[in-house]
């Protein structure tokens, strides 16, 4: 009974930006479908499908969304800005932890 409909889940694979630059190139030569590639390859279409939007915004085909080198600085940005969060924090703590000593 366990068995009947119930897939268990692909385990996450990684890619290398060599193997994802080949899958984009053989989709936009056009002699086969996103669908096939990705059926030939063992991959999901929607992997597939981002993987040459993401190509398409880097070469500027596109303009509907973040360019990687844009991605990575938004990354290190929000990163940035969690850390000085954090630290205002600490500093205003530490600010009323004195204030109250001083009292």
Not at 18 to 39: N, P, W
Not at 54 to 68: E, I, N
């Amino acid at each position: 009974m366990e068995s009947m409909g119930k897939k268990r889940p692909r385990p996450r694979r990684s890619f290398t930006p060599e193997f994802k630059a080949e899958i984009v190139e053989l989709c936009q030569r056009g002699d086969r479908t996103l669908r096939q590639v990705s059926q030939d390859f063992d991959l999901t279409e929607t992997a597939v499908r981002d993987w040459v939007k993401q190509a398409d915004l880097d070469t500027g085909a596109r303009a509907d969304g973040l360019t990687s080198s844009e991605r990575d600085e938004l990354a290190q940005l929000r990163r940035e800005n969690r850390r000085l969060r954090e630290d205002v924090d600490i500093l205003k703590r530490a600010t009323a932890f004195f204030a109250k000593e001083t009292r």
